[in-house]
Nanobody, 125 residues
Framework: VQLQASGGGLVQAGGSLRLSCVAS????????VTWFRQVPGKEREFVAS????????YYRDSVKGRFAISRDNAKNVVWMQMNSLTPEDTAVYHC???????????????????WGQGTLVTVSS
């Protein structure tokens, strides 16, 4: 299984980006797919998740109302639309796939089986 994350870039505060996570070798429709982000020197942190086949979504508090995670089963891709970006959103964003992730553990990076390589999001003030 390979995950390809893309869509990052440099954007001004208040701007938008859409990240994509494309999988090869596995159909994502039944898996939990989650975006994490990491700033050098800091812990990797949970951002947003779409849970298993039911598709319930979960977000960290600081991105609620600004970010939206969604899944396109036909294209085997998970998107994350990011609006109203702030400099605090600057990080490398990774997508991760969990085959048996339980709901109580979606925020734990150890719950995931596959990881993409990351895409850098830089928000300037």
């Amino acid at each position: 299984v390979q995950l390809q994350a893309s869509g990052g870039g440099l954007v001004q505060a208040g701007g938008s980006l859409r990240l994509s996570c494309v999988a090869s070798g596995r159909t994502l429709s039944r898996d939990t797919v989650t975006w994490f982000r990491q700033v050098p020197g800091k812990e990797r942190e949970f951002v947003a998740s779409i849970f298993r086949s039911g598709g319930s979504t979960y977000y960290r508090d600081s991105v609620k109302g600004r970010f939206a995670i969604s899944r396109d089963n036909a294209k085997n891709v998970v998107w994350m639309q990011m609006n109203s970006l702030t400099p605090e959103d600057t990080a490398v964003y990774h997508c991760a796939v969990g085959l048996r992730t339980i709901l109580s553990a979606i925020r734990d990076h150890r719950s995931y089986d596959y990881w993409g390589q990351g895409t850098l999001v830089t928000v300037s003030s």
